[in-house]
C-alpha cells in the first residue's frame, strides 16, 4: 500500500446521515452502512464489530442479506479481534506464494511492518471464517479516544489500496454519531421495556397468583375437611390440582415476562401443554378435546406461549357461542410455516351457519405475521390459523 493523495473530504458523504435515522435502530443503521461500502469496493464480506453496551456483530454478505453473529460464533470472531493491533488497521495480502499480514499507518495508508505470528494467524481465522475472499483489510475505529468498533472487510481478486482506506475512514467518520446514538437509543429503550416487565410482573404477582392462591389454600381445606371418604373428595382433589397447575402456568408467565423471553422455559414442543389444557377444558366443561400432532414442531418460548393464547381463546368461543360437544385441533408443519386447525361439531340448537370473525384470534394472529380463514359446513365449523416460520421455529 503506498500513500495516495488525501480525497475531498466531502466525496466521502454518500447520504447515510440523510437517509438514516438513529431511532430506526442500530440494526437498520448498520445495515445500510455496510451495503454502502459492499457496493462501492466490490466486497465479498463486510463485517463490523461494535463494543457498545451491548456488544454485537453483524455480517454482511455477497447476497445482500445482513447477519447478527450470536453466541459462540460471535465470541470467537471478537477473539481474533482482539489479536490484531487496536490502533491500526490491517491489510492481508494472500497470493501463490502466501499470505503477507501488515499493519498500516492510518493516516498515510503506509506499511508500518509485518504483524507477529499471533496477529497473522488470528487474521487468518478472520478470512477463513468467512470465505469470502483472500484479501482483508480491518481498520478499528474510535470516539473520543475511546474502541467503538472494528471493520472487517473482504474481496477477492485486487489487494486494497490506500484510496479505499481513506474512503473508509472518512465514512466511519460521519457514521459514528449515528452509531452511537443508535446504540444508546436500544440501550435506553431496553432499560425501559424492562424495567416496565418488572413493573407489569410485580401488578400480575398480586392481582393474579395471590387469589389463585387463597383459592388452592381454600380448597385444601376443604378437601381436609370432607376427608377421603366423601363422595365428592376425588372432585375436589381434581380442582386443588387444577389450581395448582394454574398457579405453575402463572409463575412461568411472569418469570418469563420479567426476564423478556416470554416464558420462563425454553424452546420446547407444545403438545403436552396443549394437553394440559385440552384436559382442563374437559373436566371443568365437560367439552370432548382431541388433539392431533404428530409432527408438532419446536417453538420459540414466545410463539409457544401465544399459541397457548390462541387455543385457550379458540376453545373458550367454542364454549361460549355454540352447543358444539367436541372440539378437534391439529397442528401441523407446512413448508411455509405452522398451521393450527381448531373444529367443532355443530348441534340443531346452532341453527343454520353464520359467517364470523373471531377478532381476538385474528388480532394475535396478525401480531405473528399470520392470517385465519373460516370454514364453514353444516354440521362442522373450522376456523384455520397460518403462522409464518420466521420468529416461530425454535
Not at 10 to 19: K, R
Not at 226 to 245: C, F, K, R, Y
Not at 297 to 318: D, F, K
Not at 327 to 339: F, I, K, M, W, Y
Request: charged share 20%.
Amino acid at each position: 500500500m503506498v500513500p495516495p493523495k488525501m480525497p475531498p473530504r466531502t466525496a466521502a458523504q454518500p447520504g447515510l446521515t440523510t437517509t438514516v435515522d438513529p431511532r430506526q435502530g442500530l440494526r437498520r443503521l448498520t445495515a445500510s452502512l455496510l451495503a454502502q461500502l459492499h457496493n462501492r469496493l466490490d466486497l465479498g464480506r463486510a463485517t463490523i464489530s461494535l463494543q457498545g453496551p451491548q456488544p454485537r456483530v453483524f455480517r454482511h454478505a455477497v447476497d445482500g442479506a445482513l447477519y447478527e453473529l450470536e453466541g459462540a460464533e460471535a465470541l470467537r470472531w471478537n477473539a481474533w479481534l482482539s489479536a490484531l493491533p487496536h490502533d491500526a488497521p490491517c491489510l492481508r495480502i494472500a497470493s501463490a506464494d502466501g499470505a503477507r499480514c501488515y499493519a498500516l499507518d492510518a493516516l498515510s495508508g503506509a506499511r508500518r511492518g509485518s504483524l507477529d505470528k499471533a496477529a497473522s494467524d488470528a487474521l487468518g481465522q478472520l478470512c477463513a471464517s468467512q470465505s469470502a475472499g483472500p484479501q482483508a483489510l480491518t481498520i478499528p475505529f474510535t470516539s473520543y479516544g475511546q474502541p467503538l468498533g472494528c471493520l472487517c472487510l473482504q474481496r477477492c481478486g485486487r489487494p486494497f489500496h490506500a484510496d479505499d482506506l481513506f474512503w473508509v475512514y472518512s465514512v466511519i467518520r460521519h457514521s459514528i454519531p449515528l452509531l452511537e446514538r443508535s446504540d444508546l437509543l436500544e440501550q435506553l429503550q431496553r432499560e425501559s421495556a424492562a424495567h416496565e416487565r418488572e413493573r407489569i410482573g410485580r401488578d400480575l404477582h398480586d392481582s393474579a397468583i395471590q387469589p389463585y392462591l387463597g383459592l388452592k389454600y381454600g380448597l385444601e381445606a376443604l378437601a381436609r375437611q370432607a376427608g377421603t371418604e366423601h363422595p365428592l373428595s376425588p372432585q375436589i382433589a381434581e380442582l386443588v390440582q387444577m389450581t395448582i397447575d394454574e398457579l405453575a402456568t402463572l409463575r412461568d408467565l411472569i418469570g418469563g415476562l420479567r426476564s423478556g423471553s416470554g416464558s420462563a422455559v425454553g424452546d420446547a414442543t407444545p403438545l403436552a401443554a396443549l394437553e394440559r389444557q385440552a384436559k382442563r377444558f374437559e373436566a371443568l366443561y365437560g367439552l370432548k378435546v382431541s388433539i392431533r400432532a404428530p409432527d408438532a414442531p419446536r417453538l420459540r418460548a414466545a410463539a409457544a406461549q401465544s399459541l397457548l393464547h390462541m387455543v385457550n381463546e379458540a376453545l373458550t368461543n367454542v364454549r361460549r357461542h355454540t352447543g358444539a360437544s367436541m372440539v378437534r385441533l391439529q397442528l401441523s408443519a407446512t413448508e411455509d410455516g405452522l398451521l393450527l386447525s381448531v373444529g367443532n361439531d355443530r348441534s340443531q340448537a346452532d341453527g343454520v351457519p353464520q359467517d364470523f370473525v373471531p377478532r381476538s384470534l385474528s388480532q394475535r394472529a396478525a401480531a405473528m405475521g399470520g392470517s385465519l380463514r373460516l370454514c364453514q359446513r353444516r354440521d362442522w365449523t373450522e376456523v384455520l390459523i397460518s403462522l409464518p416460520l420466521l420468529g416461530t421455529l425454535g
